[in-house]
């Protein structure tokens, strides 16, 4: 993460199936609502994107030319100012993505941010644990976590 004083708008919503909607005209005026919110970056939990044609489906009414997409979650970048630079997916198949947002102009230049995106399982307290006491022991999560800069940033983000 760099210093550099960047203004990004990023929104994230629990879409509760947006591929299972029965009526794809609804879904296209949904899609379309996100789009015109105004939001730099998306970041979706539950978009059923499990196969290629749903993620071209959704890239094209998206409008998108950078975004990632797993089973549970995505993120897209609605701004093409913006690109989404994967870092890591995963767990059952797809409840977590670790992404870079980097400018699109700009391929040498430093994160303006770094999202993780989670969709936690459901069920029991302990199956819900196990779930994050995996994603913490995610070596790329687990470094960014404890990495001095990464923790310097959030505590001037809690100091008044």
Known sequence: MNNNNHKISIATLNCRGLKKTNN????????????SSGFDILVLQETHANDETTIQQFNLQF???SSTWN???GIIAI???????????GI???RFI????LHNNDINSS???TILNIYGRIGTATNKSNFFRELLDTDN???????PITIQIALQKTRP
């Open 24 to 35: 794809p005209k609804k879904r296209q005026q949904f899609i379309r609502y996100l789009r």
């Open 63 to 65: 409008q998108t030319k």
């Open 71 to 73: 089973r549970q979650t």
């Open 79 to 89: 701004n093409n100012k913006y690109k989404i630079n994967p870092i890591e997916a």
């Open 92 to 94: 059952d198949d797809g």
């Open 98 to 101: 670790l992404a870079d947002i």
């Open 111 to 113: 994160p303006v941010c």
């Open 141 to 147: 999560i687990h470094q960014i976590l404890h990495n």
